[in-house]
């Protein structure tokens, strides 16, 4: 404020917040950052930015940044050197190999994590200690996108690309408040709107600022998507809208296993069992699941059914999906990702601009760091532990025996720390992540981070209720005070360089990694300087994505353009996938190529309704839906520092329809107690302000960590992608 623009060194980089990915322009001056604009040569956001974007360089000037480590000596945390602090890290990891095995060793990160990041982590945990007891919040957010994909096309992440956003006629949102969360993406849709007609359906649990500006809002009954999705896809086959030809020639039709259960066991173990049949069989499953035998239990009226199963069924018009949590954070999110994938299927509108199935990412590298790099226990950089050749692959690039990288995974996230509760993980690393906030059913969680028999550090910029319960607390860099790459929702890989140094003994994580790891002998596996770490990162790392199908773009590319695209091809980015006339790996001559499976077609899954694990009954009468709002990021430790977004929405608040709040005589502002069968939580209530639930049902954001709503939440996750269900979960309230 008040620096005239020509006067300040702007530095581009993407946004530290959502998936989105937008560009920006950090204004530096004196060797402070002091303004931040959209980048206008960004093709992601061409100049906009939302209302975190604009603010966010705030939060590091916040008071109480992390600028050293600390390390607890009697129940009090002193200030302690960084490498002092990194060599006790490395004695306690060493010593709780020695003495309990290496899978008692375990680590956390995140899809805010750079890829170098990522990658380190991921040969750290996998190819020197050779544990698979890595995993990340990605798992939190995006493991049934990844599941879905998996399952459907061999490949995960989206085919598309953000110029779909200029082609198609209807934007269907599926439990997806994106003028919230994807707030740059959905000023791009309003534009398109205003600029050619083009249409926004809001189909979702309640009504949100998305619905406000919608077309037209549907709502449905929580959990019951999976019924109106094959309504829909019944709608198509019954009304001759099947794309036969593309059917015939590009897809599979299979069912697997039901009633998988909803991994609420203490060790959980699954295994779906694929079956293939033929289109009659699933025509025939999808009897049950006419519009008029699903609308009572959906609440979705015939009309409505009908009405979106004819947008997606109109050979004329272009259509993109669009969802995110309220899909993925699902007992059976894997399953919901399918049944998306089948209406586009079986109308072949996909792979092709404008026609797109479009998942969206939260964390601004989930799939650059999460999904690509490998922070996922089953997950190598661009591979999966269980396949001897992507182990062998990952041997020879790492130079390690082959035998030391194991083939099965270990804990996906909520179970890592039920294992950290049960005593059976000794050390946990976790980095710019919060679990004490975040895990669902995070009561459940607290007291085994808090045992002295478990060794805790915590790397991050600020203190969060995680780093309360840490024995070493380590000083993290933020995004512009160290180089990396972040990889977006469009498959677009984006880098930057530092841009200013950062306070104290603050250090990129990447860089904490190889300190410990040489510390602890593994010095060979991590040859890189400190000044040119990233690169040197990249530049290894890219060699597993060698080939066509996954070519990642030379860095000299990424620092001179806004980012690529994968697959980078010939010096081009490949913005639709599996289509032959946009995508150089589809290479049977066909029209459409999914070569992610082995035949190359895509799969159509019959996928059932199931009831969630916890239904509203008499003693817990309502739904509580979590999630976010605009001005915070997550669990609130970053943009809760930035003073403009901390008084917009300075704490959490229950939403009510007004009619449950009248019967229950509960006002606006009122203290209100949700509880559920796992712990409570005292809120302001909110009525006929933002956002609108429907009758039964109330809304939390989780951003407030003094209004932990996840100590209620439940620990239910699709026994598929692992993902928990935030969604839904029985509550009472009562006012206090
Ligand atoms: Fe950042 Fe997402 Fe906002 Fe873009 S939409 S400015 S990436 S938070």
Same mark, same amino acid.
């Given at each position: ?15 530290r ?8 322009l950090v204004?530096v ?7 931040v ?9 061409k100049?906009?930015?939302?209302v975190k ?10 008071k109480?940044?992390?600028e050293?480590?600390l ?8 200030? *302690?050197?960084?490498?002092? !602090?990194? /060599? ?7 010593? %709780?190999?020695?003495?309990? #095995? ?14 170098p990041?990522?990658?380190?982590a991921?040969?750290?945990m ?7 007891n890595?995993d990340?919040?990605a798992?939190?957010?995006?493991a049934?996108a990844v ?12 085919m ?9 006629d ?9 003028a919230?969360?994807?707030p740059?993406?959905f ?13 926004i359906?809001d189909?979702?649990?309640?009504? *949100?600022?998305?619905?406000? !500006?919608? /077309? ?7 959990? %019951?998507?999976?019924?109106? #999705? ?13 794309n ?11 069912k ?7 991994g609420?066991?203490d060790?959980?173990k699954?295994k779906?069992?694929?079956?293939k ?11 049950d699941?006419?519009?008029?035998k ?7 009226s015939v ?15 272009k ?16 399953w919901m990702n399918?049944?998306i ?11 092709e ?21 490998g ?17 062998a ?9 082959v035998?030391k990288?194991?083939?099965k ?6 179970e890592?720390f ?5 005593g ?8 710019a ?20 028999s478990?060794?805790?550090?915590v790397?991050d ?10 024995d070493?607390i ?9 180089s ?9 890989t984006?880098h930057?360089?530092q841009?200013v ?13 190889i300190?410990?790891a ?25 060699q597993?994505?060698a080939g066509?199908k ?7 590319v ?10 980078y091809?010939?010096?081009k980015s490949?913005q639709w996938?599996f ?21 190359g077609k ?7 309704y199931?009831?969630?694990p916890?239904?509203?009954?008499n ?10 709002v ?32 009248a ?34 049902q109330?809304?939390v ?15 239910a ?7 928990p269900?935030y969604k ?9």
């Open positions: 404020a008040g620096v005239p623009e020509g006067s300040l060194d702007w530095k581009k980089g993407p946004c917040f959502c998936g989105v990915g937008c560009g920006i204004g001056e004196n060797g402070k950052a002091v303004a604009k959209g980048d206008p040569n960004s093709s992601v956001n100049g906009l930015l939302c974007g604009y603010h966010q360089i705030m939060c590091i000037q916040a109480d940044r992390l050293h480590a390390v607890k000596k009697n129940g009090t945390y002193v200030k *302690t050197p960084i490498n002092e !602090a990194l /060599d006790i890290v490395a004695n306690k990891m060493k010593e %709780t190999i020695e003495k309990h #095995g290496k899978d008692s060793v375990a680590m956390y990160t995140s899809g805010q994590s750079t890829i990041e990522g990658y380190v991921s040969k750290f996998k190819g020197a200690i050779g544990t698979n890595l990340c919040n798992r939190l957010c995006m049934s599941a879905g994909f998996l399952t459907t096309f061999g490949a995960d992440e989206p598309g690309c953000y110029e779909d956003f200029d082609y198609a209807y934007y269907i949102t599926w439990g997806n408040n994106m919230e969360m994807h740059v993406l000023s791009r849709m309003l534009e398109e709107k205003n600029r050619r007609g083009a249409k359906i189909f979702a649990t309640r009504t *949100t600022r998305s619905s406000m !500006a919608a /077309d037209r809002s549907i709502l449905f009954e929580p959990q %019951t998507d999976l019924a109106v #999705g094959n309504a829909i896809c019944y709608e198509i086959i019954n009304n001759g809208w099947v036969k030809s593309f059917v015939e020639k590009y897809c599979n039709f299979s697997g296993l039901t009633k998988m259960g909803y609420l066991e060790k959980y699954f779906d069992k694929p079956t049949i033929n289109f009659e069989d699933y025509k025939a499953f999808l009897e699941y006419s519009p008029e699903v609308s009572k239990l959906t609440k979705v009309k409505d059914i009908k009405y979106l199963a004819a947008i997606y069924g109109d050979p004329n018009k259509v993109m999906s669009l969802w995110c949590m309220g899909v993925n954070q699902h007992t059976r999110g894997t399918n049944i994938y089948n209406i586009h299927l079986l109308t072949g509108k996909i792979s601009p404008g026609n797109s199935p479009f998942s969206l990412t939260g964390q601004p590298s989930a799939c650059g760091t999460a999904r690509e790099v922070t996922f226990t089953h997950k190598l950089p661009k591979g999966v532990v269980m396949n001897p050749k992507h182990r692959k990952a041997a020879k690039i790492w130079k390690v025996p035998e990288i194991p083939s995974p270990t804990y996906h996230a909520t890592m039920r294992a950290v509760d049960r059976d993980i000794k050390f946990i690393w976790t980095q992540v919060n679990p004490l906030v975040s895990l669902p059913r995070t009561s459940r969680f607290r007291p085994g981070m808090e045992k002295e478990c060794f805790v550090v790397s910029v600020f203190p969060t209720p995680t780093s309360d319960v840490a070493v380590l000083p993290a860099s933020w995004h512009i005070e160290k990396g790459l972040y990889g977006n929702s469009e498959r677009r984006q930057w360089d841009m140094e950062g306070p104290g003994e603050t250090t990129p994580d990447a860089w904490m990694f300190e410990v040489k510390r602890m002998g593994y010095g060979d596996l991590f040859p890189y300087s400190k000044e040119n770490h990233v690169e040197e990162i990249y530049n290894e790392y890219r597993f994505h066509k996954h070519e990642m773009a030379p860095l000299e990424l620092k001179k353009e806004s980012g690529a695209i994968w697959p091809v010939d010096g490949t996938r289509n032959a006339k946009y995508d150089p790996a589809c290479s049977n001559g066909e029209e459409f190529h999914f070569y992610g499976k082995p035949d895509a799969v159509i899954w019959q996928r059932p199931e009831p969630a916890e239904m509203p009954d003693e817990y009468p309502f739904w509580l839906n979590t999630g976010r605009i001005e915070h990021w997550h669990t609130g430790s970053m943009t809760r520092r930035i003073p403009v977004l901390h008084k917009a929405m300075p704490h959490a608040y229950v939403e009510f329809h007004p009619d449950d709040a019967a229950l005589g509960i006002r606006n502002g009122a203290k209100v107690k949700v509880s559920s069968r796992r712990g409570s939580c005292i809120l302001p209530a909110s009525i006929n302000e933002r956002g609108l639930p429907t009758k039964g109330i809304f954001p989780f951003f407030d960590e003094n209004m932990l709503i996840n100590d209620v939440t439940l620990d996750f699709c026994p598929i992608s692992k993902e269900d839904k979960c029985a509550v009472k309230v009562e006012k206090v």
